[in-house]
C-alpha cells in the first residue's frame, strides 16, 4: 500500500505525484485533512474548501476518485473504501478529512479481520496473458493488470509519457492521447458500479433534501430529524463518494421542491451539482473556523419549507 497524508497546503505539494500515479494507474492513497486556509490560514480549524482542488487540482485530465469520512468512526470504513476501489481500478484515490472530524472522537469497536470483505488482488505471472506482457491490457472495469517489480517475463516501461494502449509503449500520437485521456476518465467513472446507489434517511420525496458531504453530517441529519419532528417533509441524503457522484443521484434530487447543500466553504459542492444536474440549490456556507450547530441548519430548513428563496 502506498498512503500519505497531510492538510490543504500539503496536498498541493503531492500534485505532481498525484498526476504521475493517475498516468502510470497505480493504486493509492493521498489523505487530505482540511482545515481553513488559504495558505496556513487557520491551521487548526475547521473548514471544507478544499474539495475542488481534490477534484481539479492537477495539470492535465487527470481525474481520480475522491471520497470523503462523516465521522471519526467513518474514517475506517472510508478508508477500506478507498483502498477497495484503487486497487479494482488501479488508481489513486484522494480520502477528504477535516480538522473538526480528526480531532473528534466517539465510541467505536474495532472490527475483527473475519469481519472485514476481503480485497482481492490479482498479480499476474509470466506467460499468464499470452506471449508477451502488456502492461496496459483491460478488464471489464478498464483496470490495467498489476505486475509486482521484478516478475521474470513482466518487465515493461513506466513513466509519466503518455502510453500507446496496450502495450504502454511512450506514445505522441495525437488521436492516441485522446483515446488514453478518455479511457482513463471512463474507468474512473466506472467507480459508479462499485460504490451503489445513494441512500436517503426521511422521505422518498418531498418539500426539501439536505445534501451534505464530509463532516458536516451529524449536524445535518439531527436538523432533519428535527424538522421532521416539526410535520416538515424534509430528508438527508450524505455524499461519501464525490467523484464519481452515485449513478442515482440525479433521480434522488429530482424528487424534491428544493435541495439544501451546507457546506463549510463559500459553496463548492453547490456549484458542482448545479453544473452537473442542471438545478438550483439553496446554499447554506460558514467559513468561520468553526462546524456547523444544529440550530443553524435548522433555522435554513425553517426559512426554505415556508417558500424562503434560494440565497
Known amino acids: 500500500m502506498a498512503v500519505t497524508g497531510s492538510s490543504g497546503p500539503g496536498l498541493a505539494l503531492k500534485t ?3 498526476g504521475l500515479a ?3 494507474e497505480l493504486p493509492m492513497l493521498v489523505l487530505d485533512v482540511q482545515r481553513g486556509g488559504p495558505s496556513t490560514g ?7 474548501s478544499d474539495l ?3 477534484l481539479y487540482g492537477r495539470p492535465g485530465e487527470a481525474p481520480v476518485p475522491v471520497l470523503a469520512a462523516a465521522s471519526p468512526a467513518d474514517c475506517f470504513d472510508t478508508i477500506v473504501e478507498a483502498w477497495r476501489i484503487a486497487t479494482r ?6 480520502v477528504l478529512s477535516d480538522s473538526f472530524t480528526a480531532n473528534g472522537a466517539e465510541p467505536w469497536r474495532l472490527p475483527e479481520k473475519d469481519e472485514l470483505a476481503t480485497i482481492p488482488v490479482h498479480h499476474p505471472k509470466a506467460g499468464e496473458t499470452g506471449a ?3 502492461p496496459y491490457s483491460r478488464d471489464a472495469l478498464l483496470a490495467r493488470p498489476w505486475a509486482l517489480p521484478g516478475t521474470p517475463g513482466l518487465e515493461h516501461r513506466l513513466g509519466g509519457l503518455e502510453k500507446t494502449d496496450g502495450s504502454g509503449d511512450v506514445s505522441y500520437d495525437p488521436e492516441n492521447h485522446q483515446h488514453m485521456t478518455e479511457l482513463r476518465a471512463r474507468k474512473i467513472m466506472n467507480a459508479q458500479t462499485l460504490i451503489g446507489e445513494q441512500s436517503v434517511d426521511g422521505p422518498e420525496e418531498g418539500e426539501l433534501l439536505v445534501l451534505s458531504w464530509g463532516g458536516t453530517m451529524g449536524a445535518c441529519r439531527r436538523a432533519v430529524i428535527l424538522a421532521g419532528e416539526q410535520g416538515r417533509l424534509v430528508a438527508h441524503a450524505h455524499l461519501r463518494h464525490l467523484h464519481p457522484l452515485p449513478a442515482n443521484l440525479g433521480e434522488v434530487l429530482g424528487r424534491y421542491t428544493r435541495v439544501l447543500v451546507p457546506e463549510l466553504n463559500t459553496g463548492q459542492l453547490a456549484m458542482l451539482i ?4 442542471l438545478i438550483d440549490v439553496a446554499q447554506l456556507n460558514k467559513v468561520q473556523g468553526t462546524p456547523f450547530s444544529v440550530a443553524e441548519i435548522l433555522a435554513k430548513i425553517e426559512t426554505l419549507t415556508k417558500g424562503g428563496d434560494l440565497s
Open 274 to 277: 448545479r453544473s452537473r444536474f
Open 89 to 94: 481500478l488501479m488508481t489513486p484515490v484522494v
Open 132 to 134: 508477451r506482457f502488456l
Open 16 to 18: 505532481e505525484g498525484l
Open 22 to 24: 493517475t498516468m502510470l
Open 42 to 48: 487557520m491551521p487548526t480549524k475547521v473548514e471544507q
Open 52 to 54: 475542488l482542488y481534490a
